[in-house]
């Protein structure tokens, strides 16, 4: 912005436009640079009016190309004079930049009186233009000798103007190098958003769907500021395509905040920024109505290329702080935000006037977002490895401790190490005789149901599920992630597990089957880490507490929990238990001192704090 072209308040002013003028005969040139430069603030000026301003000096002229004022209701008039040295007339096109210039007004005056006049602009019929092409133009006729070119323009959208005369062969070339531009551009998005469209139809993944509505809102976007989508859909009706231009402004915004949300696991991993990008939507949805009804167009198309800029950095934040929150998957998004970002604010500064304009700069939005769309790419491909590693953690721990190792190396997660744990094993009483009386079909539907119910509340309790074993199983708490009371949680865990086996031996009992449930919890430090061999590991937990945990389950009668002396000192006011004696345990040299954990009854929690 320091660095951004002069205002052109600040431009030198030159003489009279009557002395040197432009050679008409050249191929293509540039008119701003030679044209005297007059504000009609009012809008109400005549030719007339401004040729004589121009002859008397009272103008302005500059040494830019493109002529840019920011957001004004002015008209500008330009003065260009133009010579002919040919003895017979000349064919050239007037041509416009940028696309959005709302109404054009062209005046042609030859050294023998005759007059063209022209009327064009994106609030004009398309039809209007001599070449039925995307910007703006005019099928200028110059005479042998010196003509007089007026042209006004005047818009709601960023003012700036590039007016070129050019031949039709080089129109020609300028034209094939466009198509040549845009099948590029669209080209590759449209690839793009086909490839993650199959990809959502065969996964039914909702990021690759987010990322699709981010590039379908940018094409169109793309396609309708640059006059395509007026060319295409609406060459009747230029007012739909000018609001086309605004509303797809603000939903690419839309898109891209909802892809972050959902790309980026905001609600999970960042609650802070999660609430703020929603509060971003809200004010976005309010501001994309409010300045509809109340503004109007110009109103509209104002606060959507600030809203644009607002996003393209609010898409950089989250990504730095998600990289921050070791989201790996946030490294490409990032980078794809930062293309974005400089993208995007390089084009809308440019729309503005606060940075000078070039074919770069200009479009600057379109290496942006193909930048932005490859590294996305790259960015989703990590997330669904990101994804299939949730998965495969979801074998250990719940959803939720899993979704907390995915920061984590391999490594880390299982590198072995000493942790205090709480030890739960659950077994299923009479199982061998219902083996021996019951099919193979019968025995694995059973472990099913049984598997199905015990695992809901594994997930539901964050706790570890180390292995299951026919039909026993073994869980432990306190690692990865340190939980506050594990032995009190282990318990509630565990007096649920015995009123959800309730309820599920209920179904059995009608299909005829007989079966019954124990536990056994003991609390101690074990070693744990990755067990096996390459391509097939386990992360398990291996110690003495892990063998007290599996002799007191053996030790367990239907439906009862038994449970050491350490846990029974450490599970608060979370139940009641009661001493069971000392046990002799296999494996164990001495009689272990175990106590039975007992259900609250009446809702009103008892508690036997009998340890001896």
């Given at each position: ?9 600040a431009?030198?002013e030159?003489g009279?436009?009557?002395g040197?003028?432009?050679d008409a005969?050249q191929a293509q040139v540039a008119?701003?640079?030679?044209a005297s ?6 809008g109400?000026?005549t ?9 008397s000096?009272?103008s302005t002229r500059?040494d830019?190309e493109v002529?840019s004022t ?7 008039w ?7 040295n040919q003895p017979?007339?000349l064919?050239?096109l ?8 709302d109404?054009v007004?062209?005046t042609?005056?030859?050294a023998?009186?005759?007059v063209?006049s022209?009327?064009?602009?994106d609030?004009?019929p398309?039809?209007?233009?001599s ?13 042998p000798?010196r003509?007089m070119?007026?042209v006004r ?7 700036f ?12 070339k300028f034209?094939?190098?466009?198509v040549?531009?845009y099948g590029?551009?669209y080209?590759?998005?449209l690839?793009l ?5 199959m990809?959502y139809?065969?996964?039914?993944e ?12 940018f094409?169109i ?10 060319q295409?859909l609406?060459p009747?009706s230029p007012e739909?395509?000018?609001w086309?231009?605004s ?6 915004c839309f898109?891209?905040?909802v892809f972050?949300?959902?790309f980026l696991d905001l609600?999970?991993?960042?609650p ?5 990008t929603?509060?971003m939507?809200?004010?976005?949805a309010l ?5 509809a009804?109340l503004?109007g167009y110009?109103?509209?198309i104002?606060?959507s290329i600030?809203?644009v800029?607002m ?10 702080l998600s990289?921050?929150n070791r989201?790996?998957?946030a ?5 794809g935000s930062v293309a974005?970002?400089v993208g ?6 440019v729309a ?5 304009y ?7 939005v379109?290496?942006?977002m193909?930048?932005d769309?490859i590294?996305l ?9 990101q994804?299939?590693r949730?998965e ?9 401790v899993a979704d907390?190792?995915?920061s984590a190396?391999s ?7 000493q942790?205090?744990?709480v030890v ?8 061998t ?8 079909d019968?025995?694995?539907r059973i472990l099913g149901?049984f598997?199905a119910?015990?695992?809901e509340?594994?997930?539901?309790y964050d706790?570890?599920l180390?292995r299951?074993a026919?039909d026993?199983i073994?869980?432990f708490?306190?690692?990865?992630v340190e939980i506050?009371?594990p032995?009190?949680?282990a318990?509630?865990m ?6 959800r086996f309730?309820e ?9 089957y007989?079966?019954a449930?124990?536990?056994g919890?003991?609390?101690?430090v074990?070693v744990?880490?990755?067990?096996g061999f ?5 992360y ?5 507490v892990t063998?007290l945990?599996a002799?007191?389950?053996g030790q367990?009668?239907e439906g009862q929990?038994?449970?050491s ?6 599970i ?7 001493a069971v004696?000392d ?9 272990v001192?175990c106590?039975e ?5 009446d ?8 340890l001896t």
């Open positions: 912005m320091c660095v951004g072209q002069a205002a052109p308040a431009a030198q030159r009279p436009t009557a040197i003028a432009i005969t008119l701003i640079p030679r430069i007059i504000k009609d603030e009012a109400n000026k030719v007339e009016e401004v040729m004589r301003a121009a002859l000096g009272k500059l830019y002529f920011n957001f004004t209701r002015a008209a500008y330009f003065v260009v004079p133009l010579e002919n017979s007339s064919k050239r007037l041509m416009f930049e940028p696309s959005w210039l109404d007004r062209v042609l005056t030859d023998q009186g005759g063209q022209f009327v064009g602009g609030t004009r398309f039809a209007q233009r070449e039925p092409y995307r910007l703006t133009n005019f099928d200028l006729t110059l005479q000798g003509s070119l007026v323009v005047q818009t709601r959208d960023p003012f103007v590039n007016i070129r005369l050019m031949s039709h062969d080089s129109f020609a034209a094939a190098g466009e040549l531009y590029l551009v080209g590759g998005l690839s958003l086909l490839f993650n469209l990809l139809l065969a996964s039914r909702k990021t690759y769907l987010a990322y699709c509505g981010l590039l379908t809102t094409l976007m793309n396609a309708a500021y640059n006059g395509h989508i007026f295409w609406f009747e739909g395509a000018n086309i231009n509303a797809f402004i603000y939903f690419y898109a891209g905040l972050a949300l959902i609600k999970a991993k960042l802070g920024a999660y609430k703020w929603r509060r939507l809200y004010a976005m501001s994309f109505v409010a300045t009804v503004g110009r109103a509209h104002t606060s600030l809203g800029t996003y393209s950095v609010t898409a950089f934040t989250l990504g730095l990289l921050n989201n790996k998957a490294i490409y998004y990032l980078s974005g970002l995007s604010s390089s084009t809308a500064l503005m006037g606060i940075l000078p070039s074919f770069v700069a200009f479009r600057a379109d290496f942006g193909l930048l769309a590294m790419s790259l960015a989703l491909s990590a997330r669904i490895a994804v299939q949730l495969r953690l979801r074998r250990f721990f719940s959803p939720a907390q190792l995915l190396t490594e880390k997660l299982y590198r072995p190490h942790r205090e744990i739960l094993f659950l077994d299923l009483l009479g199982y005789a219902f083996t021996q009386k019951h099919g193979a019968e025995v694995m149901e598997h119910a015990m695992g509340l594994i997930a539901i706790a570890t180390e299951f026919g026993g073994m869980i708490f306190n690692d990865p506050p009371d032995a009190a949680k318990a509630s565990a007096l649920q597990m015995q009123a309730q599920l031996n209920k179904i059995w009992e009608q299909r005829g007989s079966l449930m124990g536990i919890i003991a609390q101690g074990a744990i880490g990755a067990i390459e391509g097939r590991r386990d398990a937990a291996i110690g003495n063998n945990a002799r007191l389950c367990a009668g929990i038994l449970i002396s350490v846990v029974a000192g450490n608060g006011e979370v139940a009641r238990f009661e004696g046990l002799v345990l296999k494996g164990f040299s001495e009689p001192k106590f954990l007992l259900p609250v009854q809702h009103r929690v008892e508690y036997r704090h009998s």
